[in-house]
């Protein structure tokens, strides 16, 4: 062998994801004109809707003489903090599958790539993945931001500027922490542990944002002087935190504030992780990397035989082993069934908010706060089952995956197949809804007619949102992945999550007027029956709802019949 | 048994199979040869109604594939060439599942799938879960979860990759057995020695098309080739056979 070896330049070691990446989309461009439409209209609603309500709220705090720039740029700091917690658990999961299970991994890891440029590749590959939806919402907030405040031209590269090293720094800190993880357990394992650590470091963090509690910032009463609520809105809520740094690098541009110190401590912040990152991946990288290969499972620990199938044995065999089959693989993944235990604690914290509500305490509740708790309680129980409904049921088809082969190639009728994994994830997810329902309206006191609402709603809206859910992971399917927990978060989870919200809120637009106007007349002592206005809108709402269910299953169905493997 | 008609698969502008016309009876062992990429594996998916043919039909048993897909493929025993199974199913569930697509449960499952295990020595990996499979291992269990409905006609793509010859060995007594039973095998590989040894029929498809087909002898007629062996005339028909120079690709 002759002459020196040249590298392969980091461009060219990227080549087959962002080649791999411009060929989805002009897949999706040629896609048909319907769903492009559905995207688009989702999409720009979704959009407009976020930065109408940063928009709104950020005048009305700038406003508020004395302490008006001080609680925008705490807002900013709460929201960038939220983003933080949400990018370190992303870039956690991501960092597994891009340095540990991708299946491109063989190739680059045989390929002579030096181990800096080889961490700054799947680095990219990372933070591309883990913070892309991230910085899709974070885009109509900053432009709320920098509108308001009169940014001017140069604010957008300056907001490039702060988020870059922003995205970079947790990016860092997920790969560092996963390599140190990977050497501890096995990959396969640490996959599954992962789950179950993040699940911790979630339930940690969102307990901690409940003892922040953001909302008693909105209510300056509640302190003993403006002295005390001052020092709060000063003080950072984590002087250490590049949340922190990036929020104040901000708000210094928008308030023309010359303080070098943000910028400074961002940017030197990310380089030093950067090599400090690399440093423990040229460390330990590729002992974790052979230690990924030896982590497979052997023996069942939960066979899942007996009670359920007998419970079962009325269903003909084909429906019931496919239900065991899913069932089985669903408890088997540690990944999967351990999302259950976040679940759990994300409806404990909020029921405890619902418990904990200042309504009962004694004074006269003004009319118009019940309705509006009311219906915020049902907006958010929606959005709890929407997001469920994108965890556990958007996935179904795209597990399925490689397997294909074998349903396809067998009797099984496509529609039976859709139907199950309907059921399959609708079941539990309506006993969910209306445990939920039942449980807050009646810690909220509800009226039985408010009672009523919230089940008449909630009811064909989990029908909806799980066809929803389901058909749209039919049309955005992931069949390659390497990680269920990323399907969620794929572009077509996020198509869903508007999809669905958006159905979400014209529900809630369509019921709040005649709602309103039975509980003023119930108010006021007057006798309320089933008005023609309130059975125009159940019957308006039945509609959307059952336009939702049947209209994605029957897009979903077409779609996999004519899907190839 | 089978029968393909003007069977075609186009993606874009590239035609991947173009216009087959075969007819495979009863009680035979049919081979597709061809090289890499010549729409063999896009041939058996069709049959397998796993893709859908942009023209053209397959039939199993009179029953067209695509407008009564459960009556054809109830028929049917479909092997890919990827053994891609559940990881976290035992190789018993699997099969146990496998059997249910078709319908089938009960006791004579239970002692069917045990058979098969024990066949291909797999019994004692019935409780583990296949991701702790090797690449053989899931082959024999895709090729297990074939043969456990009992279909008439079975459809294999590259069968060997992956077994050991023991394996390999016991796959072809079983595919001729099955034959002379009165099923109907059709078989895609690259082993010239497995295609001439087993089947009783051959068509070399190249380019998307049947370039020949018929008995070895008929095979041997068709091309002019009295003296040749399979593989020579495999590589006449699809052009392998010209000179290389090899060298430039050896240099260090």
């Known amino acids: 062998m002759t002459g020196t070896l040249r590298q392969p330049s980091l461009v060219t070691v990227l080549t087959p994801k962002w080649r791999g990446a411009l060929v989805r989309l002009r897949q999706e461009r040629s896609g048909s004109r319907a769903k492009l439409l559905l995207l688009l209209v989702a999409g720009t609603s979704f959009w407009a809707a976020i930065f109408g309500i940063a928009f709104r709220v950020l005048r009305y705090i700038r406003d508020v003489p004395e302490i008006g720039n001080l609680l925008a740029a705490k807002v900013l700091g709460v929201i960038l903090l939220a983003f933080l917690s949400i990018l370190l658990l992303s870039n956690i999961i991501t960092a597994l599958s891009t340095f540990f299970l991708a299946r491109d991994l063989d190739l680059l890891v045989a390929a002579p790539i030096g181990c800096f440029r080889f961490y700054l590749a799947k680095l990219s590959e990372t933070v591309v993945h883990s913070s892309w939806m991230v910085a899709l919402l974070a885009l109509p907030i900053l432009t709320a931001y920098g509108i308001v405040y009169r940014g001017g031209a140069l604010f957008p590269l300056l907001a490039v500027a702060a988020f870059v090293p922003f995205l970079v720094l947790p990016a860092v800190v997920g790969t560092v922490f996963t390599v140190l993880l990977v050497n501890v357990f096995p990959a396969r394992r640490t996959r599954e542990l992962l789950g179950l650590v993040a699940l911790g470091g979630v339930a940690i963090l969102v307990v901690l944002f409940r003892l922040i509690r953001p909302e008693e910032l909105a209510r300056p009463e509640g302190f003993r002087n403006f002295v005390d609520y001052l020092a709060v809105l000063r003080t950072p809520t984590g002087p250490w935190l590049p949340s922190e740094w990036t929020a104040a690098m901000i708000m210094n541009w928008l308030l023309h504030i010359a303080d070098p110190w943000p910028p400074t401590r961002l940017w030197t912040g990310a380089g030093l992780a950067l090599v400090a990152g690399a440093w423990v991946h040229r460390e330990l990288f590729l002992d974790g990397f052979s230690k990924a290969q030896e982590g497979a499972e052997r023996r069942v620990r939960r066979p899942l035989r007996g009670p359920l199938e007998r419970l079962l044995r009325w269903l003909p065999p084909q429906k019931r082993e496919f239900i065991l089959k899913d069932l089985r693989l669903f408890f088997r993944d540690n990944t999967q069934w351990s999302q259950l235990i976040l679940l759990g604690v994300l409806l404990m914290i909020y029921i405890f908010n619902i418990k904990t509500l200042p309504i009962h305490s004694g004074e006269r509740i003004p009319f118009g706060l019940v309705t509006i708790i009311a219906f915020l309680n049902l907006g958010l129980s929606g959005f709890v089952l929407a997001a469920v409904a994108a965890r556990f049921i958007f996935p179904s088809i795209s597990l399925e995956g490689r397997q294909m082969w074998l349903l396809r190639s067998s009797p099984l009728d496509l529609n039976a197949l859709l139907w199950s994994k309907y059921w399959i994830g609708t079941g539990p997810l309506l006993i969910l809804a209306l445990a939920i329902t039942i449980l807050t309206n009646w810690l909220l006191h509800v009226s039985p007619f408010m009672m009523a609402v919230g089940l008449g709603t909630v009811v064909p809206f989990t029908l909806a949102v799980g066809a929803m859910a389901l058909s749209f992971g039919v049309l955005y399917p992931q069949f390659s992945t390497e990680n269920a927990a990323q399907i969620p978060t794929s572009f077509g989870g996020i198509v869903y999550m508007m999809s669905s919200l958006s159905v979400l809120a014209i529900i809630i637009m369509i019921e709040a007027i005649p709602v309103t106007q039975q509980l003023q007349a119930w108010r006021q002592g007057e006798t309320v029956g089933l008005t023609l206005d309130l059975m125009v809108v159940a019957a308006a709402v039945l509609v959307i709802c059952a336009v939702a269910t049947i209209l994605p299953l029957r897009l979903a169905a077409k779609r996999l019949e004519q899907m190839e493997w | ?252």
């Open chain 2, 1 to 252: 048994m089978i029968q393909l008609a003007g069977l075609t698969k186009r993606y874009g502008q590239f035609v991947a199979v173009d216009n087959i016309d075969l007819r495979v009876p009863r009680g035979e062992l049919f081979g597709l040869l061809g090289p890499n990429g010549a729409g063999k594996t896009t041939t058996m998916r069709m049959i397998a109604g796993i893709l859908r043919p942009t023209d053209g039909t397959v039939t199993i048993g009179g029953i067209d594939v695509h407008r009564h897909p459960a009556g054809a493929k109830a028929r049917l025993g479909f092997i890919p060439d990827r053994p891609f199974v559940y990881d976290k199913l035992t190789g018993g569930e699997f099969l146990r599942f496998a059997a249910a697509l078709y319908g089938q449960q009960g006791p004579a499952v239970e002692r069917r799938i045990d058979e098969l295990l024990e066949q291909f020595d797999l019994a004692g990996w019935k409780h583990e879960l296949t991701e702790s499979y090797s690449h053989g291992m899931r082959q024999k269990l895709i090729i297990s979860g074939a043969l456990v409905h009992r279909p008439e006609v079975i459809v294999v793509d590259e069968p060997m990759v992956g077994l050991d010859p023991k394996s390999a060995r016991l796959l072809k007594d079983l595919l001729r057995q099955f034959v002379s039973r009165g099923g109907t095998v059709l078989l895609s590989t690259h082993t010239m020695e497995v295609a001439e040894a087993m089947c009783d029929r051959i068509a070399i498809v190249h380019r998307g098309r049947i370039a020949a087909h018929g008995t070895m002898p008929e095979l041997r007629q068709q091309t002019a080739s009295e003296q040749m062996g399979l593989e020579d005339l495999f590589l006449k028909l699809t052009g392998g056979l010209e000179e290389r120079a090899l060298d430039s690709l050896l240099e260090s």
